[in-house]
């Protein structure tokens, strides 16, 4: 297991790094979604898994898909 780094440390050895999606924007994009879906018809508690879950899809769909043609 990788020790975590301070901020501003500098990277030495071998890391393994990992791209990560920005919270903030996350949180924004699945509440939403999950608006959406509660004005859909959806239980509350339903449109806000249904809506973390979308947003993470195109979170990732956009990081997948975001190649340089």
């Known amino acids: 297991m990788q020790p975590i780094p301070y901020f501003g440390e500098e990277f030495k050895g071998d890391w393994i790094v990992e791209p990560k999606i920005d919270g903030w924007r996350l ?16 239980p509350l508690e339903s449109a806000k898994s249904w809506g973390l879950n979308r947003a993470i899809f195109y979170a990732e769909a956009k990081r997948v898909f975001n190649v340089a043609a």
């Open 27 to 42: 949180q924004v994009m699945a509440t939403l979604q999950a608006a959406r879906a509660f004005l859909l018809g959806l």
